[in-house]
């Protein structure tokens, strides 16, 4: 006990001497300098305040999108419950939840609840996401894997809704891809062919290159119908080259997922590399 009240004695008087040397040299510097080296100090505490804030507050909100009848909804029930609530109709407003995946119930209190915003696919409802594009960390757009290209056998008047729905579909990721509320932000994406756990699915090295050849077509008649300086929208691609996902300004990639079974896991993957644990 007395050997340790020695050393704290020593500590203190060690202390003491250092604080009378910072004294004397800060007597002897010129006033300017003290003042820099105040200056200093209050900027480096300032920067990191702010950086622990900026680290702290990092976004966890992922936004599905994509049209109505892909399956949005049913994946954000099974991502929150594991349960596809089967009888789900369209959605009129966005499904909006904070929630620990399903998957992860297990991990409470050690992983981060996820914010996901459903957002409904009806023409008229979309310009919603918009709303949510600036609190995005991810965005997930779902695709039909069934319903993607229209069925050669189908009669022409369900051959000419489909075509209708699939140019629709188009232009929905197109425009989505040259927001720049997307592009400035590089918010990652992650098309997701839902229902591929069907046998007459398509697969989804498929739709990535028809989705593609697509976009390279938007993309040409865009440009040629109008040369206007759109503020809130970037061109896509590299001129003079077909398009490809990689040639965009954020991270776009495909996945696979089934709504009904409850398959996730490259949803929940991709998640979980925007919204750290």
């Keep these: 006990m007395t050997s340790k009240l020695k050393e704290m004695d020593q500590l203190m008087r060690e202390a003491e001497n250092w604080a009378k040397q910072a004294e004397q040299w800060v007597r002897q510097q010129p006033l300017e300098n003290v003042y820099v080296a105040i200056a200093i100090v209050i900027f480096t505490s300032v920067f990191l305040i702010l950086f622990r804030c900026f680290k702290h507050s990092k976004s966890n909100t992922i936004v599905l999108a994509g049209l109505s009848g892909s399956g ?18 369209t959605s009129m407003e966005p499904n909006i939840d904070t929630f620990l995946l399903n998957s992860e119930a297990q991990k409470k209190g050690k992983v981060k609840p996820v914010r996901v915003v459903d957002v409904p696919g ?5 310009p919603k996401l918009d709303e949510f594009l600036p609190q995005a960390a991810g965005l997930v757009f779902v695709v039909d894997a069934l319903d993607f290209l229209p069925n050669s056998r189908a009669t022409a008047e369900l051959s000419t809704m489909n075509c209708g729905r ?15 509320s997307v592009v400035r932000k590089k918010i990652p994406i992650v098309i997701v062919c839902n229902k591929t756990d069907k046998v007459t699915a398509h697969s989804k090295e498929f739709i990535r290159k028809q989705l593609e050849k697509e976009i390279d077509k938007l993309r040409t008649s865009r440009t040629a119908i ?4 759109i503020s809130d929208e970037y061109a896509l691609g590299v001129p003079g080259e077909p398009f490809t996902f990689t ?7 495909v996945a696979e997922a089934s709504s009904l079974t409850g398959e996730t896991s490259q ?3 991709f998640i979980r590399e925007n919204v750290k644990s």
Aim: glycine residues 4%.
């Design 247 to 253: 040639q965009c300004h954020n991270k776009v990639t």
């Design 267 to 269: 949803i929940e993957q």
């Design 226 to 229: 109008s040369t206007a300086d």
């Design 122 to 126: 009806h023409s008229r409802l979309r």
């Design 166 to 180: 699939q140019k629709e579909f188009f232009l929905y990721l197109y425009d989505i891809l040259i927001k720049a």
């Design 72 to 89: 949005k909804t049913t994946l954000f029930y099974q991502l929150r419950d594991g349960s596809s609530h089967l009888g789900t109709v």
